[in-house]
Nanobody, 118 residues
Framework: QVQLVESGGGLVQAGGSLRLSCAAS????????LGWFRQAPGKEREFVAA????????NYADSVMGRFTISRDTAKNTVYLQMNSLKPEDTAVYYC???????????WGQGTQVTVSS
């Protein structure tokens, strides 16, 4: 199995920035994609961004395109989410997730809270 641990969440003003990190451990050789999801209270978990582990290609939700950047450091088994121009609607628990192929995400971190005040 793969363990994922997020860090870097916090409280920021609208327009500010945060950088989230996700450290992967365990059977990381099986990873195909690492991504970020978020969930606000009372709402469904939604996709934010993902990066292919080997090629570094990326994909973003329309709501964060141009503001968020996902990247990975394969030597450190770590994925990052640089969040700029944050909006109150970005407030959520952000989860790191991994999958072994292009289908279902298999591995999930415990989440890190991001709160953006207006």
């Amino acid at each position: 199995q793969v363990q994922l641990v997020e860090s870097g969440g916090g409280l920021v003003q609208a327009g500010g920035s945060l950088r989230l990190s996700c450290a992967a451990s365990g059977r990381t050789s099986s990873l195909y994609t690492l991504g970020w999801f978020r969930q606000a209270p009372g709402k469904e978990r939604e996709f934010v961004a993902a990066v292919n582990w080997s090629r570094g290609s990326t994909n973003y939700a329309d709501s964060v395109m141009g503001r968020f950047t996902i990247s990975r450091d394969t030597a450190k088994n770590t994925v990052y989410l640089q969040m700029n121009s944050l909006k109150p609607e970005d407030t959520a628990v952000y989860y790191c997730a991994g999958r072994r192929g292009p289908g279902q995400y298999h591995y999930w971190g415990q989440g890190t809270q991001v709160t953006v005040s207006s």
